[in-house]
């Protein structure tokens, strides 16, 4: 789906907000890490054995270094930093060596509602080096923006 229905699917904004305005919309994506280079393909839709939430459709996640991902997603008004969440699901939970801290670039080259993206690292628990999530992890993250 295009850019224009992300848009679309945030609701007016009514008793809530001011007129002519919109309510947020939680945006969240979801892609599985395949092979040892950290490569991210995004999941479109719903798992149907988990009932996972599949991505919102006009986002793309692109690795730009080891451990490094930007997520993009059309320019927006507002987003709001602190509802932005993201987790690394390691592929075997039991392995500490495949559990992952992320990192949030707040730099505004790298994150920001007007360009559209937000940048993220990936760090080993108890490591001080960004590395790639291992084969088999999922990355899952969400967070409020304000398209209006």
Known sequence: MSAPRLI???ANGGIFSAPNTRLPTLVHFKATIAGASGAATLV?????TSGDAGTTPGLTLTRSA????????????????GSV???VLPNV????TEQRIVGIDKTDANTS???GKLRFNTVAVGG???????DGS???????ADFG
């Open 8 to 10: 679309a699917q945030s």
């Open 44 to 48: 479109a839709d719903i798992d149907a």
């Open 66 to 81: 080891a451990g490094v991902y930007d997520l993009t997603f059309p320019a927006c008004r507002q987003l709001y930093m």
């Open 85 to 87: 969440r993201i987790n």
């Open 93 to 96: 939970i039991a392995t500490g």
């Open 113 to 115: 509602a007007k360009l």
């Open 128 to 134: 001080s080096t960004v590395t790639d999530p291992v």
């Open 138 to 144: 999922e990355i899952h993250g969400s967070f409020w």
